[in-house]
């Protein structure tokens, strides 16, 4: 019989206490009550995405009157996340009219705030067409935004810096910018974004 009164007790006690914590839920909760934290937002990790925009070209450039093209392709990279700090390395594959391929190897660093993240990229960049062979400097700034934690959608503006390796039949510099929307997909884990 004590053990009855002792068991029934003892679940009256816990039921009182869920009670009490319920009730501290909306004023806040005690000192005691560990805090509930809200998903935190990662740009770690491995992604992958497509992308597609404008490339503006010098006339001077092309051998042809189209001075504005359709530019498109895929990116692939990896970041890792210090704080509010990102860093990493991404590959991108693009085409456009007359072009073959225009690919490029940059490093990134940005700033990561909420769901958005801000950054500046540099790196190698290297193409070619139907007549000769580009490469050199690519650089510039994007903006991405997470829609939720494994997928944002961006803006991204870069400036390429290139030179041909037979200048025959165009000028020795290409020079030119691209804006393209991007879509990214994040192979990255909630857990990541806590260690």
Do not use: C
């Amino acid at each position: 019989m004590r053990i009855m009164k002792l068991t029934i007790a003892l679940i009256a006690l816990l039921g009182m206490g869920g009670v009490a914590s319920a009730a501290d839920l909306g004023r806040g909760g005690s000192y005691k009550d560990e805090p509930i934290l809200a998903p935190v937002q990662t740009w770690g990790g491995f992604y992958f995405g497509g992308n597609a925009g404008a490339a503006f070209f010098d006339n001077d450039n092309r051998g042809n009157d189209d001075d504005t093209v359709f530019i498109g392709g895929v990116h692939v990279g990896f970041n890792r996340q210090a704080g509010n700090v990102v860093y990493g390395i991404e590959g991108d594959v693009n085409f456009a009219d007359d072009i073959d391929y225009l690919a490029s190897i940059r490093a990134r660093l940005g700033f990561a705030y909420d769901s958005a993240l801000i950054y500046a990229t540099a790196g190698y960049a290297f193409g070619e067409d139907d007549f000769t062979e580009v490469d050199g400097f690519v650089g510039g700034i994007g903006f991405d935004k997470k829609l939720r934690e494994n997928l944002s959608v961006g803006l991204e503006g870069l400036y390429y810096a290139l030179e041909t390796d037979d200048n025959r039949f165009r000028d020795e510099d290409v020079d030119f910018f691209t804006v393209r929307a991007r879509l990214t997909f994040h192979l990255n884990r909630h857990e990541d974004a806590l260690k």
